[in-house]
């Protein structure tokens, strides 16, 4: 199958981490993607991780891959009120296609 | 360097009516996809495009075409609209294809409902 399966709401205090989780089910998936969505606009590539790679970090970002469960995560440390997005996890195998998730709403309050 | 754009931000379309979403990017890319985006769901891909002059159907092609004419423009069009195709219609482009780290760049959205 071709789902790509995400938690769709989750709520952090400001300054806690946020960790948001992504399950996809094709183990050809090559590159896996985080993408951001604020209000209004279109998507913005946040990272993305090689299939042989168990863990990224980027800034605040963490990637983290467990290919045995099939399972990524995004962390976000410290988060921010302008953190507050959808997140997107997608996959992509050997096509010219993405294949998203569900999309994750993240809510930063004060 | 305006990256994507897309014509226009929003429209209301009645139940038959005919037409023709704009995608142009500036940035001199090969690849160029039409998504739509619908409540509760991940970006789904309507058609998309390798080049100028090509185009390839993707997940949800039904009641939709396409055209790549000019390599910087993609076209999505709509025939006999449905309430079916109500949604956010993204487009994106990028240089390379998939699998790769290159990143595909996304248009601001189309907002369609039909009546």
């Known amino acids: 199958g071709e789902d790509v399966e995400q938690s769709l709401f989750l709520s952090v205090r400001e300054g806690d981490s946020s960790v948001i989780n992504c399950t996809y089910t094709?183990?050809?998936?090559?590159?896996l993607y985080w993408y951001k969505q604020e209000p209004g606009a279109g998507l913005q590539l946040l990272t993305y991780?090689?299939?042989?790679?168990d863990m990224k970090q980027d800034q605040r970002l963490t990637v983290l891959l467990n290919k045995k469960d099939k399972h990524l995560s995004l962390r976000i440390a410290d988060t921010q009120t302008g953190d507050s997005a959808i997140y997107f996890c997608?996959?992509?195998?050997?096509?010219?296609?993405?294949?998203f998730g569900t999309g994750t709403r993240l809510q930063v309050f004060p | 360097n305006a990256g994507v754009t897309q014509t226009p931000k929003f429209r209301v379309l009645k139940t038959g009516q005919s037409m023709t979403l704009l995608c142009a990017q500036d940035m001199n890319h090969e690849y160029m996809y039409w998504y739509r985006q619908d409540p509760g769901m991940g970006l789904r891909l309507i058609h998309y495009?390798?080049?100028?002059?090509?185009?390839a159907k993707g997940e949800v092609p039904d009641g939709y075409n396409v055209s790549r004419l000019k390599k910087q423009n993609f076209l999505l069009g709509l025939e006999s609209a449905a309430p079916s195709q109500t949604s956010v219609y993204f487009c994106?482009?990028?240089?390379?294809?998939?699998?790769?780290?290159?990143?595909?760049?996304f248009g601001p959205g189309t907002r369609l409902t039909v009546l």
């Open positions: 094709d183990s050809s998936s090559t590159y």
């Open positions: 997608a996959e992509s195998r050997n096509t010219d296609k993405l294949i």
């Open positions: 495009s390798v080049g100028e002059g090509t185009t």
């Open positions: 994106a482009s990028s240089q390379t294809g998939l699998p790769s780290t290159d990143t595909q760049y």
């Open positions: 991780i090689f299939s042989n790679m």
